[in-house]
């Protein structure tokens, strides 16, 4: 793909917007239409456009594997630790009433955690199955 | 008016889903899967069901068709002709189809207030919402807040996933890199490159 000059400008120009609209639909989820699946898809739409032009190899300099499988556990151990504080603050599991002392903060401060946590892991799932299957060639 | 735009957008489901079943080149039957999950998504804003549409415009016109040009740069993109005959297939086809509309005859009415679905706890979630969660977005509530259980088990079933695909098949540095990382890989990487 390197021979193509206006795919590169064009990418190159929307892969910048596409992580900050990734990042609105994130944290504007409570808002409007979104939420941490969809905002996760779309961040990692930006770097597998990336990757797309500018191979995998230079992919890889700005979102190494290791950084990757990391955050696979990371997003789910989030979700998973926000429901075990619940516990530890005296809610049940996942109760989010108890993470602050007033319920509707404790709300909003456990869905923007949790959503968070599905992002991280759906970012990073979906960037991971692309390096895999982009990551063989025919003949291996 | 708007039902003019559900006829058409239908229409054009049913035409993509014929075309999909004709076509022998699977890169053609990858971008029409792919224009298939942007109408549907077209169809869910139809329906008001908006982050449903945007989950299926983002994994199921833009991941999803991804990986699947991935998988045909690794197989190919002709697809054989089946040397069996079809009338097997398309009796069950047939069959399930059936079974499935006669199904869809004892549902309740699209779109009726008083439908089942509307009673059982959708009518505490939108009265409550905005007091004890303060979230303008009833569905992220839902998702996030009463049915947070669910959510997570979505999280560890995507986890799951990326475990499985990278059990099976490996995440691999490009070659470039190879060099740098060769001697702590073991002699198979070795004796590929020098192949």
Same mark, same amino acid.
């Given at each position: ?12 120009? #929307?892969?910048?917007? +596409?992580? *900050?609209? /990734? @990042?609105?639909?994130?944290?504007? $989820? ?5 939420? !941490? ?30 950084? #990757?499988?990391?955050? +696979?556990? *990371?997003? /789910? @151990?989030?979700?998973?630790?926000? $429901? ?5 603050? !005296? ?50 | ?195």
């Amino acid at each position: 793909m390197t021979h193509h000059l206006v795919l590169r400008v064009v990418a190159n120009i #929307l892969v910048g917007p +596409i992580l *900050l609209f /990734a @990042l609105y639909v994130q944290f504007h $989820g409570d808002y409007g239409p979104g939420g !941490g699946f969809q905002a996760g898809v779309i961040f990692a739409a930006a770097f597998i456009l990336y990757a797309l032009i500018h191979g995998l190899e230079m992919t890889q300099r700005v979102l190494p594997i290791w950084v #990757l499988k990391l955050c +696979i556990a *990371l997003g /789910a @151990l989030l979700f998973i630790g926000v $429901g075990y504080a619940c516990l530890l603050l !005296g809610g049940n599991f996942l109760d989010y009433n108890a993470l602050a002392h007033d319920p509707v903060h404790g709300q909003h401060l456990g869905i923007l955690l949790v959503e968070l946590g599905v992002g991280i892991t759906v970012f990073s799932v979906m960037v991971a199955i692309f390096y895999a299957f982009a990551g063989r060639t025919g003949t291996d | 008016m708007a039902a003019i735009v559900d006829y058409a957008v239908l229409a054009f489901l049913a035409v993509t889903a014929v075309a999909l079943l004709h076509f022998r080149n699977l890169f053609a039957v990858v971008m029409l899967a792919s224009i298939y999950s942007l109408l549907s998504a077209a169809l869910f804003v139809r329906l008001d069901a908006v982050d449903v549409a945007f989950t299926e415009a983002a994994v199921g016109a833009g991941i999803s068709t991804i990986l699947m040009l991935g998988s045909l740069a690794l197989v190919g993109s002709k697809e054989e002709r089946p040397r069996h005959t079809p009338i097997i297939p398309l009796l069950v086809v047939a069959v399930t189809g059936a079974a499935l509309i006669y199904g869809t005859l004892d549902m309740p009415p699209f779109g009726r207030a008083d439908n089942p679905v509307h009673q059982h706890v959708a009518p505490r979630y939108i009265q409550e919402t905005p007091e004890k969660i303060d979230v303008p977005n009833v569905v992220t509530a839902v998702l996030a807040s009463y049915r947070g259980y669910d959510t997570m088990g979505e999280v560890i079933v995507i986890f799951t996933a990326a475990i499985g695909v990278v059990l099976l098949l490996g995440i691999r540095q490009p070659r470039g890199e190879k060099e740098s990382r060769s001697n702590e890989k073991g002699p198979t990487r070795g004796g590929k490159a020098s192949e």
